[in-house]
T-cell receptor, first 115, second 113 residues
């Protein structure tokens, strides 16, 4: 079983739709959970960061973490064509005191938002 | 404030040659993390360095790969005697500390022919 599983998609939605992206993981030591957005031929860009379980909202984006189920989600409301990108979940155990320490990534989900 | 700079953006090497990938951190950043993204695979951690020190190289292949982050200048990921399986996108991320946001560079796409 892979440490982090993410459905690669592709996912295609109309503009304005609510998008739900998910990852599951097996390592119960993970404490820090991130979502990155990666445009084609670019580096990943941090979107959301959550420590432990709970919800976090930032504009049109909501991140949810359920540690009991080992399941994390990213919701995008009122999706826009500019949201078209690959979305990567990432997580770390935060050993040696750091959230950046040794991130484990999912394979990414390719999202297309159609005008 | 310039972002994380990686160069070259694209690198073509013949089998058996050496590849040197450079990562210049953002100003004030002393932590560097290298990741490799193989086709159809997620980003995989390779090595974590602070100035002049390798903190964790558990993701680095045991042979042919090495990394450094000297007191002056960029971090270097060096791949000796490249093989076709080394073809991938190599990203570095840098941060001011282990708990502040890590910013990724644009990556170096290595193609071994």
């Amino acid at each position: 079983q892979k440490e982090v599983e993410q459905d690669p998609g592709p996912l295609s939605v109309p503009e304005g739709a609510i998008v739900s992206l998910n990852c599951t993981y097996s390592n119960s030591a993970f404490q820090y959970f991130m979502w990155y957005r990666q445009y084609s031929r670019k580096g990943p860009e941090l979107l959301m960061y959550t420590y432990s379980s709970g919800n976090k909202e930032d504009g049109r984006f909501t991140a949810q973490v359920d540690k009991s189920s080992k399941y994390i989600s990213l919701f995008i409301r009122d999706s826009q064509p500019s949201d078209s990108a690959t979305y990567l979940c990432a997580m770390s155990a935060g050993s040696r005191g750091g959230s950046n320490y040794k991130l484990t990534f999912g394979k990414g989900t390719l999202l297309t938002v159609n005008p | 404030n310039a972002g994380v700079m990686q160069n070259p953006r694209h690198l073509v090497r013949r089998r058996g040659q050496e590849a040197r990938l450079r990562c210049s951190p953002m100003k004030g950043h002393s932590h560097v993390y290298w990741y490799r993204q193989l086709p159809e695979e997620g980003l995989k951690f390779m090595v974590y360095l602070q100035k002049e020190n390798i903190i964790d190289e558990s993701g680095m292949p045991k042979e042919r790969f090495s990394a450094e982050f000297p007191k002056e200048g960029p971090s270097i990921l060096r791949i000796q005697q490249v093989v076709r399986g080394d073809s991938a996108a190599y990203f570095c991320a840098t941060s001011a500390s282990v708990n502040t946001e890590a910013f990724f560079g644009q990556g170096t796409r290595l193609t071994v022919v």
